[in-house]
């Protein structure tokens, strides 16, 4: 072997071994069959909400979770609670404060195989420009050609300072909440 193939073999192993994101799917997210919702108690009754706008940018290895990561931004203006007037009163400064904080977002920083076929997922999920670490089981599935990846994050909204003032009495609106999450992508 000549030391020009050599050379040309050895650069094509160092290549291979420092671009390992280039195994990563990025996938394209199809919104129309996509949803992030919140699920939380007002007055101990359930009530569930949607984000009608969010991009999702999942780049996703099944056969090497670990090189996986997603970016997830959310539209904070398109929350929609089904009322304009409840839509319009959650979007001002003492819950989600749309105008400061138009974007909520949340970066991966691991994820690796967890139990049951789930993933588990470590990243920072930031809310009216407070940022906390957050993790949660992720299950991901195969519908035809698409992959669906669906999960719930529990959080509290105080820690978000979601409800402030008056609204911070949790007897009105539980502090608990869950985001529900359902992204349909494909190659």
Known sequence: MSIRSVLRHSSLIVLCVALP???????????????VAVVFKQL??????RFRKFNAQIDF???KPEASKANVDIDIPSFDL???EYNKEVLKKDWFNAAQFPKASFVSSAIKPGTNGKLDVVGKLTIKGKSIDVSFPLTVKKEGSNQVFEGALPIKRLAFNIG?????DTSMVADEVVIKFRVVAAQ
């Open 21 to 35: 994101c280039l195994a990563l799917a990025a996938l394209k997210t199809d919104s129309a069959k996509s949803s």
């Open 44 to 49: 101990n009754v359930p009530v569930e909400a």
């Open 61 to 63: 290895n099944s056969a």
């Open 82 to 84: 089904g009322d304009p």
């Open 164 to 168: 402030e003032g008056e609204w911070k």
